[in-house]
């Protein structure tokens, strides 16, 4: 990593740092001004605390969304040790069952025999299974399937996300690891960028394969230990 790309992150981490302190302080105001309005009587009153409602959600929004932002600047340097990746996987495929089969999506996973070790950040990479797990979850809204598959190919480990989703214009395909790229309504496109990020830190690999109405596939390719 270049130290001006160092001195950017820092400088931009440290200003949303400040953004943030401003928006707590915001934040504070607006809940104090939300209780001299719990009462309200007048037609204008219950306007007002309407709108004040409105400005802390707001608040709330550019909160995670600076929170988000000083994950992906600050992922640089990880702490890894050697790690099974089936066995974060089956943490994982727990975690999320209940809700994959609240969604009517079954989650299927095979890893093949004798998986090699990979040098693994285990928190961080979680938190990438975690983005494409929930964002194949989103893609099947009426149900499907997710399947997750790791394999070892050559000096590497390969792990698929293929679920039976909606899928994706070429278009946006060719995008989706860019920052603030999101489709969703409440998104803000630092997910998969995030994840991304976080991917080629550990010396690895993520590409998409995606056609609409036939699902997405993710490949992340690690290097063995």
Not at 9 to 17: D, K, N, P, T, V
Not at 32 to 45: H, K, V
Not at 76 to 86: Q, W
Not at 185 to 202: D, F, Q, S
């Amino acid at each position: 990593m270049t130290p001006q790309y160092l001195e950017l992150a820092e400088l931009a981490g440290g200003f949303i740092h400040e953004i943030k302190n401003h928006l707590n302080t915001l934040s504070l105001n607006l809940q104090l001004l939300a209780e001299d309005f719990e009462e309200a009587q007048t037609p204008l009153e219950r306007k007002a605390a309407g709108r004040v409602d409105k400005l802390t959600e707001e608040c709330r929004r550019l909160v995670d969304l600076s929170n988000d932002f000083l994950r992906f600047a600050r992922i640089a340097d990880l702490t890894t040790t050697p790690a099974h990746l089936d066995e974060v996987l089956n943490r994982m495929v727990d975690f999320l069952g209940p809700t994959a089969r609240s969604q009517n999506v079954d989650v299927n996973w095979h890893a093949a025999p004798d998986l090699p070790m990979v040098a693994l950040d285990v928190e961080l990479f979680e938190k990438v299974l975690l983005n494409l797990m929930l964002n194949a979850e989103d893609a099947m809204p009426d149900g499907g399937t997710l399947t997750l598959q790791a394999r070892a190919e050559g000096t590497e480990v390969v792990l698929d996300v293929i679920d039976t989703g909606c899928g994706m214009e070429p278009e946006l395909a060719a995008k989706v690891f860019e920052p603030f790229l999101t489709t969703k309504a409440t998104g803000n496109g630092l997910g998969l960028a995030t994840a991304r990020k976080i991917v080629l830190a550990h010396g690895g690999t993520i590409a998409v394969q995606s056609e609409p109405g036939c699902g997405t596939k993710f490949t992340i390719r690690l290097p063995i230990t």
